[in-house]
């Protein structure tokens, strides 16, 4: 019996510990890949704004910035309607992560 339940204990705490590396999104895995000392707290946090604020596509785009930073730039001066859009909301989720996740 108490084999079974540290089987199923161990089993729980697998799950748990690999689940959040398994559903990591585009802005926590850039945010990680990133190498500039970012812990995976911080990076699961911004996620979770991300989540919150952008949807699948904006998430994709703002990962991007991780890699290459002079994206953003490209993107803000843009006179695209659709970056122009993207932008406004971007930089709320940029002063709602940094408020938040602080």
């Known amino acids: 019996m ?14 748990t ?3 959040p590396a398994a559903s990591a999104g585009p802005i926590e895995r850039a945010c990680m890949a990133a190498g500039r ?4 707290a911080l ?14 596509s904006e998430q994709r785009l703002a990962s991007k ?3 290459d930073p ?5 993107v803000r001066m843009s006179d695209r309607a659709d970056h122009e859009r993207f932008w406004d909301t ?13």
């Open 70 to 74: 002079h994206m953003a730039q490209e």
């Open 90 to 102: 971007y930089k709320v989720f940029g002063a709602q992560a940094e408020a938040f996740c602080r």
């Open 2 to 15: 108490r084999r079974s339940v540290l089987a199923a204990a161990l089993a729980v705490a697998t799950m």
């Open 43 to 56: 990076c699961g946090c911004i996620q979770q704004v991300a989540d919150s604020l952008l949807d699948g």
């Open 17 to 19: 510990t690999l689940a």
């Open 65 to 67: 910035f991780f890699a």
């Open 37 to 40: 000392g970012a812990t995976a």
